[in-house]
């Protein structure tokens, strides 16, 4: 995780972002960044769907002051969050993790003991630091699982790509304060921001524990100068997003090979707790970069490293000290998203409770909002989309009977993990012993006792065989998800409302979240999960010829998505959102085939839901967090994806000359 994860953590939740299309100039509206929409824009259906069906809400300010950016995912988020703050807030909860939760909770809201303490909670993490000596002390440093933030690389045991009933141990690369290492190539105007922010960030805390701006300055270019030796050596956004990138970082070794290749790097001494459990199988992800730390992994550049480790603890523990420095914190990532951003200290907490506590988030809200009722009906929802999409698959005459049969077997194994799991005890906190402030705990020493208590779960359980029913998404989150290695969908709770499920109407409900049902099942499907199959193994199951024709198709997606502007001359991605736009373009091709089924099926009330659903809105500066991003923002997802269709075109009578119109032999689709 990178010194800015922070921020992108904020937005993780909002699956949506919204821009522009255009050939030679935007032919839409960059309707989701604040104040393009004003209430004298002129859009018809025709022209521009997104900002004629939302104008209403687009063109008032709807971003509060915790909002980086908002829109319908946001909107329900948001109720969901007051929901479980009332909760965590009133009376004591009786159950043992809740209760846990609920002391961390207001121990994080104790601001007037925080500020009381100042920065001091942080200052003996820093002298610790500086007080390394030698290399060798560097390395007992690092490998402690007790360090109030990461160290020089990654070690955790995860799903093995090529056999998804075991883990493997991978070793990640150093995290780069500017997240995407191409920055450290060629600086974007985002890459700028990023390090303005985090200098600044960085250096007035420092100020705060009596540094001098000349020694804070230092400290920070020190750690830049460690990262410039490691960047060349990591794989920036042009390699990591193209679909070889799990072939890419599938690099098995030995321990005796790993320790070959990585110099003084205390590469053993990271995995001997692994080591320990039984594990054998290394993955190493990048080896360019290991080879390039023993290079750099020295005497000569410790006090790099040390400054390496500085920022990165300063940057990690600024939201857990008191008001000061929160207030830095913010003015910083103001410097990245262009708006002031406040929390009140109860939502602050609310985010740190599930950023530690997802699940137990999660089965907190299930127990008081969710309904036994609402999972039935959206699984058989869900039995009756895979239905139709296996009747698509079979249709699928592109493809040879042999890929389309595999197809077909890989989306009947596909396993449905629907509102909330039956089964909590993976996610068991109540041997987590956290200290209030009675006790003498504080929020610091709490946090590291949670990041210690997951570290030694991941360790303990490294060697047990993969549980393929364990939950990986909050049902307290508004998201769904789709993952290769378990063959299966998610569908939270969190999203089965408002705008999404609208259990009165049927044409409401397929265009909401139906089309999301179906998006997801094209992710088994698409660029990435195409490479895997039905029991999530990494394993090619097409036809050389399939394969190619596969491409073909993906490449008119890729083209013509890639060909739309964004936001001020900036094109979208068409690799990197290849995956998301296929899934979006499959999830409502499915959702077409079924309203077929439907005799008066509510054309109109079907893509209009489709467009409210990724309404948005946000700052110009997002824009170029979100052109980093897979997903396209909320305009393009609906303009570019609706014009596809021929049933779009009928419903609202488009024709040669509007801005939605788009030529029978121009339309792209894979599913
Ligand atoms: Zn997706």
Not at 106 to 123: D, H, I, S, T, Y
Not at 279 to 292: C, G, I, K, Q, Y
Not at 513 to 541: P, R, Y
Request: with cysteine; net charge negative.
């Amino acid at each position: 995780m990178s010194r800015m994860i922070k921020f992108f953590l904020l937005i993780i939740t909002i699956l949506i972002f919204t821009p522009t299309v255009a050939l030679a100039k935007p032919r839409w509206i960059p309707a989701t960044v604040l104040g393009e929409v004003t209430k004298d824009t002129v859009a018809s259906p025709k022209d521009d769907f997104y900002t004629a069906v939302n104008k209403p809400w687009l063109m008032e300010n709807h971003l509060k002051p915790s909002d980086i950016s908002t829109g319908t995912f946001s909107i329900e988020s948001d109720k969901i969050r007051d929901d479980l703050i009332a909760l965590l807030d009133g009376a004591p909860l009786q159950d043992k993790e809740f209760a846990t939760m609920q002391l961390f909770f207001r121990q994080l809201c104790n601001m007037e003991k925080r500020n009381k303490q100042g920065v001091r909670p942080l200052a003996p993490y820093i002298k610790e630091i500086e007080n390394i000596k030698t290399i060798e002390e560097l390395s007992a440093y690092i490998v402690r699982l007790d360090r109030p933030a990461n160290g020089l690389s990654g070690e955790g045991a995860s799903t093995d790509l090529k056999n998804a009933s075991v883990k493997s141990v991978y070793i990640s690369a150093t995290d780069l304060t500017l997240d995407d290492a191409d920055e450290y190539k060629e600086m974007t105007d985002l890459g700028r921001r990023l390090k303005a922010s985090d200098e600044y960030e960085v250096t007035e805390i420092l100020k705060l524990l009596g540094k001098t701006e000349a020694e804070a300055k230092k400290i920070l270019a020190d750690s830049y100068k460690f990262e410039e030796l490691l960047a060349p050596h990591i794989y920036g956004l042009s390699v990591t997003k193209k679909s070889d990138i799990y072939e890419k970082i599938y690099n098995l070794r030995t321990l005796d090979e790993l320790k070959k290749s990585a110099g003084q790097y205390p590469i053993e001494a990271l995995l001997e707790h692994f080591v320990k459990v039984g594990v054998t199988r290394f993955v190493l992800e990048e080896p360019d970069w290991l080879d390039a730390m023993a290079r750099v992994y020295c005497q000569e550049n410790l006090e790099l490293m040390k400054s390496y480790l500085i920022c990165n603890t300063v940057s990690a523990m600024a939201t857990s000290l008191d008001q000061r420095s929160i207030d830095i914190a913010m003015e910083s990532a103001k410097i990245v998203y262009g708006k002031d951003i406040t929390y009140t200290p109860k939502e602050r907490a609310y985010y740190r409770i599930k950023g530690s506590f997802s699940m137990n988030v999660g089965r907190l809200y299930a127990s008081h909002f969710a309904t036994e009722a609402t999972k039935k009906k959206l699984s058989d929802l869900i039995d009756r989309v895979i239905a139709i999409y296996d009747k698509r698959l079979e249709g699928a005459t592109w493809l040879s009977q042999e890929t389309r049969q595999t197809a077909r077997q890989k989306l009947a194994s596909m396993k449905k993990f629907v509102c909330y799991p039956e089964d909590w005890s993976d996610f068991d906190i109540t041997k987590l012993d956290l200290k209030s402030d009675e006790e003498g705990g504080d929020v610091i020493s709490n946090t590291l006792r949670i990041g210690e208590f997951y570290a030694l779960k991941n360790i303990r359980e490294a060697n047990d065989p993969v549980k393929k029913d364990k939950w990986n998404m909050s049902p307290a989150t508004v998201n769904a998800c789709y993952s290769p290695l378990k063959n299966s969908i998610t569908i939270t709770a969190g999203i089965a409302r408002g705008d999404f499920y609208d259990e009165a109407d049927t044409s409401r409900i397929m265009g909401g979240i139906g089309t999301i049902i179906a998006h997801e099942i094209t992710h088994a499907f698409d660029k990435h999960g195409s490479q895997f199959d039905k029991d999530g193994n990494m394993k090619n199951w097409w036809t050389q010829e399939d394969k190619d024709e596969f491409e073909k198709r993906s490449s008119t997606v890729r083209d013509y998505f890639g060909s739309l502007e964004v936001l001020d001359g900036k094109k979208l991605d068409g690799e990197l959102s290849l995956g998301e736009n296929v899934a979006d373009l499959g999830g409502l091709s499915c959702m077409l085939e079924l309203a077929r089924d439907y005799k008066d099926f509510d054309y109109k009330n079907f893509f209009t839901t489709y467009a409210k659903i990724w309404k948005s809105q946000m700052p110009r500066e997002v824009i170029d967090v979100i052109l980093k991003d897979p997903h396209a923002p909320g305009y393009i997802r609906t303009n570019a994806c609706l014009q596809q269709f021929e049933e779009f075109h009928r419903t609202f009578g488009v024709a040669e000359g509007d801005g939605m119109f788009l030529a029978p032999e121009k339309r792209v689709k894979v599913w």
